[in-house]
């Protein structure tokens, strides 16, 4: 079965930084866009970054452009996502996704509070 | 940015009964390639979203067949033919033919 893990949510203090991990297994990862799109009570879903297969091109919205930054290793079926310059309005849990919706993680779950 | 607007937002349904979602975009979401990449997507009570319909009207694997997507250029329906318990959650629609690619509000589908 297809399975994105998602790791290294927690509480942060405004402007500090996170690594957000995902782990792919049952798919070939390599040959899939991968995102990051989180779900807050308040902004409802919001995709926050897009990456292609090869890792050459990636998109951000303008809300966390400059703060975000998306990777992936093939080679070890994974995708990051560093987030630094943390507000309140960054909380909420950050999902995993394959291809456009296809699959999502479990998510992690990042609070920022100070 | 595209809006994504859904109605309504909260649907009260009997079980047994149909159910209609509408999905509403402020720019056509017909691509460059012709295809138009609209996604229904089905959120159950503490779990993560599930994608139930691509490119408008394409079931996902394992989808029952209860559920049918429709429309084009800017006006997008999902319909459930005959509502059973486990279809109860929110339902979103997402674009992706724009970037930054957008959700609907959600729509709550609750036991009337």
């Known amino acids: 079965e297809v399975q994105l893990v998602e790791s290294g949510g927690g509480l942060v203090q405004p402007g500090g930084s996170l690594r957000l991990s995902c782990v792919a297994s049952e798919f070939t990862f390599s040959g899939s866009w991968m995102a990051w799109i989180r779900q807050s009570p308040d902004k409802g879903l919001e995709w926050v970054a897009n990456?292609?297969?090869?890792?050459?091109?990636?998109s951000y919205p303008d809300s966390v452009k400059g703060r975000f930054t998306v990777s992936r290793d093939n080679a070890k079926n994974s995708l990051f996502l560093q987030v630094s310059g943390l507000r309140a309005e960054d909380s909420g849990v950050y999902y995993c996704?394959?291809?456009?919706?296809?699959?999502w993680g479990q998510g992690t779950l990042v609070s920022v509070s100070s | 940015d595209v809006v994504m607007t859904q109605s309504p937002l909260s649907l009260p349904v009997t079980l047994g009964k149909p159910a209609s979602i509408s999905c509403r975009s402020s720019h056509s979401l017909v691509y460059s390639d012709g295809n138009t990449y609209l996604v229904w997507l089905q959120q159950r009570p503490g779990q993560s979203p599930r994608r139930l319909i691509y490119?408008?009207?394409n079931r996902d694997s394992g989808v029952p067949d209860r559920f049918s997507g429709s429309g084009s250029g800017t006006d997008f329906t999902l319909k459930i033919s005959r509502v059973e318990a486990e279809d109860l959650g929110v339902y979103y629609c997402?674009?992706?033919?724009?970037?930054?690619?957008?959700f609907g509000q959600g729509t709550k589908l609750e036991i009337e």
């Open positions: 490119q408008v009207s």
């Open positions: 990456i292609s297969p090869d890792g050459s091109a990636k």
């Open positions: 996704v394959r291809d456009g919706g296809l699959k």
């Open positions: 997402m674009q992706f033919t724009h970037w930054p690619h957008t």
